[in-house]
């Protein structure tokens, strides 16, 4: 069986967090099964566990499972497996990486769409970046209401008009984000 690369383990990580934050059920199973289909190429499966006050993202081999249910007895070498947390902080080591990515898409974000979205996506990246060790493409959302109900008001000190267009500069960010990734 072929082992999952890290850009199809990244991709699949991406895809999973677009099916997350989906407006709609069609457009969350629609990157459900292009996930899947991605997997399945390679021989594996996905599924999100819920642990404490996380969830993971769980990849593993498909002759793990029989009759739909994983078997233990048919694990000989769990570096199979992945698992790639979906929520909670991501990996402080990973700091200066994401904090580079985050000012990347704030200069995409100003260059596009001027200082006022600009201000607010470097409020956003601080955040994110600060509080979660993540890019911000990846942001729950919860991570967006703690954001936009906690920690703009009080730390991001907005304009009014920041203030008017401050969901905007969300979706802005993100999509940025996201292009800067290479979606």
Same mark, same amino acid.
């Given at each position: 069986?072929?082992?999952l690369?890290?850009?199809?383990?990244?991709?699949?990580?991406?895809?999973?967090?677009?099916?997350?934050?989906?407006g709609?059920?069609?457009?969350?199973?629609?990157?459900? /099964?292009?996930?899947?289909?991605?997997?399945?190429?390679y021989? &594996?499966r996905? $599924? @999100?566990?819920?642990?404490?006050?996380? !969830? %993971?993202?769980?990849?593993?081999?498909?002759?793990?499972?029989?009759?739909?249910?994983?078997?233990?007895?048919?694990?000989?070498?769990?570096?199979?497996?992945?698992?790639?947390?979906?929520?909670?902080?991501?990996?402080?080591?990973?700091?200066?990486?994401?904090?580079?990515?985050?000012?990347?898409?704030?200069?995409?974000?100003?260059?596009?769409?001027g200082?006022?979205?600009?201000?607010? /996506?470097?409020?956003?990246?601080?955040?994110?970046?600060?509080? &979660?060790?993540? $890019? @911000?493409?990846?942001?729950?959302?919860? !991570? %967006?209401?703690?954001?936009?109900?906690?920690?703009?008001?009080?730390?991001?000190?907005?304009?009014?008009?920041?203030?008017?267009?401050?969901?905007?500069?969300?979706?802005?960010?993100?999509?940025?984000?996201?292009?800067?990734?290479?979606?």
């Amino acid at each position: 069986m072929a082992e999952l690369p890290d850009d199809v383990r990244a991709k699949v990580e991406r895809l999973t967090h677009r099916a997350r934050r989906a407006g709609d059920e069609g457009t969350a199973s629609a990157h459900r /099964a292009r996930r899947d289909e991605l997997l399945a190429e390679y021989g &594996y499966r996905a $599924r @999100v566990r819920q642990e404490d006050a996380r !969830e %993971v993202l769980v990849l593993y081999p498909d002759d793990w499972v029989e009759d739909g249910t994983v078997r233990t007895d048919r694990i000989e070498d769990t570096d199979r497996a992945a698992e790639i947390p979906l929520s909670g902080p991501g990996n402080p080591e990973d700091w200066d990486d994401v904090e580079a990515h985050n000012r990347d898409v704030v200069a995409r974000v100003r260059d596009r769409h001027g200082d006022v979205h600009g201000d607010n /996506a470097a409020a956003f990246a601080d955040f994110m970046g600060n509080h &979660y060790a993540k $890019r @911000v493409e990846e942001a729950t959302p919860g !991570e %967006v209401g703690e954001f936009l109900a906690e920690y703009f008001p009080r730390n991001a000190w907005p304009g009014e008009r920041q203030r008017e267009v401050i969901e905007e500069s969300v979706d802005l960010v993100r999509t940025a984000g996201e292009e800067n990734s290479g979606n």
